[in-house]
């Protein structure tokens, strides 16, 4: 039986990973025997967790596979943005983080439909604003977890 875990969790970036590339690959790659240490990476109610580097090595298997983006080191750049909201006491509101997601998307898209005309000297200034907008719509979609989160936890109103 499947164990139910939280979306947007290291526990559940680890999970989708074994699905991809299966658990005695994951062990492989990150040099472990036994493929059980790397299955409790993705248990929740099991304190151990996959390192940085562990986390690196197996998003690049991932995306070596077929995958789309880095499941483990985006759930862990979320749980670092949280840790942070809740440190700097920062009331994430939902409301203002989805203005602040539409707006950040909404220039991420402009920048990379300007991206067709990034030739010759410009081009370096274009993608570079494209790759700064890109960010801080991630960014923004980051503080959205976090809020969210934030008032699952009783946080916020």
Not at 81 to 97: F, M, S, T, Y
Request: some cysteine; glycine content about 6%.
């Amino acid at each position: 039986m499947t164990k139910e875990r939280d979306p947007a969790t290291v526990e559940q970036a680890v999970f989708l990973v074994s699905e991809r590339i299966g658990w005695q690959r994951m062990a492989e790659i990150c040099g472990l025997r036994s493929e059980q240490a790397v299955r409790y990476w993705s248990d929740p109610d099991n304190p151990t967790c996959v390192t940085v580097e562990n986390a690196a090595r197996l998003d690049a298997a991932f995306l070596q596979d077929g995958g789309l983006y880095a499941p483990i080191s985006l759930a862990m750049a979320a749980r670092i943005r949280l840790i942070v909201a809740q440190a700097e006491l920062n009331q994430i509101e939902p409301h203002d983080a989805a203005s602040q997601l539409a707006f950040s998307s909404g220039a991420a898209v402009v920048e990379l439909i300007a991206m067709n005309n990034a030739r010759g000297p410009k081009g370096s200034k274009i993608r570079q604003r494209a790759k700064r907008a890109m960010e801080n719509a991630l960014m923004a979609l980051l503080g959205g977890l976090a809020a969210l989160d934030l008032q699952e936890k009783g946080n916020l109103s």
